[in-house]
Structures are given as C-alpha cells and as structure tokens.
C-alpha cells in the first residue's frame, strides 16, 4: 500500500497545548468558581472586557472544535429541530446544538461544558447571527446581552464610522461595571491593548514567514497556530507562545524546511477552512506538492490599529478595518496585495455555504480579480461545520484539476 504523507508537525504546538488547557481551566476549571465570565465574539472588544477583569470565553473557537471534531454532526440537528434553520451560521447550530444535546468536546476534556456567561457581549461587525446566537443564551441563563452594531460592507473606514462604533464601545464601560462591581481603568485598558497589539504583531510575523518559497508553514498549521490570538490576545500568554513559535518557524526557513515537500505551486485560501476536513486538504495538498501559503481567515487576526494611547479609537479603527466588514473594492485591493506578497500562484474560495459573510465567490469576486492579478482561481463549494454541504469527491477532482491547470501554466 502506498505511503500517504502526514503533515510536517511542529513542535511548538505542545507548548500551545499548556496555554489553551491552562486557558480553558481558568473558565471551566474549579477556579473558575467565583469568575465573571463574559462571552465574546471572535472580533468583539476583548480588551475591554480583560481590562474589566472578566475572564472572556469566545464560543466560535468551540465552535471550530466541534468542527474539527466532527461532533457537528452530532449536534446541529438538534439546534435545527428547535428552529434554527440549517442554512444559518453552522457555527451556530453546532454550538446550541451542543447545548441542547449536554454533550461537546469539552465533555470529553473532563470539564461539564461551556463556561456560563454572566454577560454575553457581541460586535456584530463580522455577521448578525452572532447576536442571534448570544441571544438564545440570554433568554437560557437570563443574562444581559449587550454590544456594537458595526457598519458593513465598509468602504472608507471614515470618521463617521470610526466615531459611530467608538460611541458604542464606550457605552458598554457603564453596564459592564455593574456587573463585575468594579470601576473601570483606563490605564488598565490601555495595557491590555499593548499586549493585543504586540500578539498581533507577533502573529502577523508568524503568517509571514510563509512568504518564504518553500514555505515553512501552510494555512492548514495556520488554523491550528491562530488559537492564542484569537482567545488570548490581550494576555502576556499569548505573547510568550508565538515568541516560541516564531524562532521555530526561522530555523525552518534557514534549514531549507517547507510545509510542503518538493514545492512547486502557491495558493490563497480565500474563505473559511472546512474544520472537518482539515487534514485530509492538508494531506491532498502536499500530494499535489501545492502549498496553501495565505489567508483572508487567519490573517483576520492581525490588527494594526491598536493604539495604547487612544484605546477606544483605535479599538473601534482595529474592528471596523477587518476584511468581513469591507466591501469588495477594499477586499479586492487586500487580496491582490497578498498575492503579490506571498508570490501565489492562484486563488482558491470555499463557498462556505452555511457562512455568505465569509464566502466571496458570490458577486463576481473571482473573474475580477483574475483579471487584475491574472491568477486563476477555483471554488470549492463547502461549509465550515456541516459536512453534509461538503462533497469530498467533488472538491478533490476539482482541486486536482486546479493544480493542473497551474501546471500548464
Ligand atoms: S462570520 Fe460566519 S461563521 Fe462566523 S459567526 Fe458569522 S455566520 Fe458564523
């Protein structure tokens, strides 16, 4: 039987591993017992809530674990006989289906579940069904619900934006004080936020090393590599765990050690990763001696804009610059830089069905920038979480089909 080729590990993801389980005991751990736990969207104003001294739990990370796990499969189902339909966010669905059913992978990491929130609080910059899918818990645990109504489709993030959102932002400071019983500081803020802003920098050196030809790491390590910032960003944890990924990734690149033996062609991964799928894209990449060296999705953690010295601002300009909530003239001028950067060879978009906020194959994206960057593209029609969407047959012939395609090229 032939060897199939296993994905180059990297040894700094078990010092990541003491990070995330030290993180996920301080909320469902026994010291966790007298916290305030605020739920927060994956893009939400963390800083503001560590700054408070909640401890902040972020449901999509869980999300993409039930993804990863293949447990949402398990679990939508029953979010979609209480009536949240299957063709909203499977994030969603896997993650109140999770709940619904008592059973998830934090079961079988000895904890009971997900942390309860004593306050669940959302930015709605990314899509609406995150405050859809915080106001279910709302009305479970009668708990307030709170957050930012962001613009989207951004064009310019101007002045009337920048101040519409640093507005809301600041009003949350009031209702989040009365449920911790505690008097906000701004200095605490403001070092909360330079410890984002140095996670932030630190990962978007980590992302660019892939620059490199061969690369030393692939989207496919990305997704795994991103957890500490996206839940610990604004922690010196996360800090320290990319300061040991990163010297990791240099030496690779020294020694000449690639992601993906024998690279001969560079991808854009342009849209969400199919969590279930992971290994095997993976694996079938390598096979194809492609590798996936960018991403909108894990670079949609960088922020730029932190600013200790003017801490709303600039967290309502880090907030409002995401790629999700631009429209398609900024996000065309994004991808087209990052082709350039990373020296891709061609664009592939999952149409994450469940997800059109994440999918930007819809309105004529690809042929536009085809014919901007000259890069071929294809589409792979999929979805996060609900593997029902995905057909593994169709997306391999196509992906094979691609590489070729590139070969001619
Ligand atoms: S952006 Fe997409 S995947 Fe993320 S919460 Fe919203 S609908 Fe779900």
Known sequence: ?????EPRKIAATKAMKGFMDAYFNSLMGPEAEKAKIAWCTSVGPAELLRALG?????????????????MAGETIPFANARGYSPDICSYLTSDIGSYLKGDGPFRKMGFT???????????????????????????????????????RGIGEVDKPVIDTVTRQIEGL???????????????RLREVIALSRKCSELWKEVLHTAANVPAPLSFFDGTIQMGPAVVLRGTQEAIDYYNILLPELKERITGGIAAVDGE???IYWEGMPVWGKLKSNAVQFMELHTAVVASTYCNSWIFED?????????????YSNLFICRSDGPKEAYIARMVDEFKVDGILYHNAKTCPNNSNSRYDMPR?????????????????????????????????????????Q
């Open 113 to 151: 579940g997900p942390p309860q929130a004593d306050v669940l609080v959302y930015n709605t910059n990314q899509c609406r069904d995150v405050k859809d899918w915080f106001e279910f818990y709302a009305r479970e645990w009668n708990v307030p619900c709170i957050g930012i109504h962001t613009p």
């Open 306 to 318: 932190f600013d200790p010295d003017n801490p709303f601002e600039s967290m309502a300009r880090a």
């Open 368 to 408: 536009r920038l085809q014919e901007k960057t000259g890069k071929p593209y294809v589409v792979i029609d999929g979805d996060l979480n609900d593997l029902r969407l995905y057909s593994e047959e169709q997306a391999r012939t196509n992906i094979e089909a691609f590489v070729e395609q590139l070969a001619q």
């Open 264 to 266: 001969s062609y560079r």
């Open 173 to 187: 400071v009031r209702p989040l004080e009365s449920i911790i019983g505690k008097r906000f500081d701004i200095d």
């Open 54 to 70: 909640f401890r902040v739990y972020f449901p999509e990370n869980y999300g993409a674990m039930l993804g990863a796990t293949r």
């Open 1 to 5: 039987m032939p060897k199939t080729v």
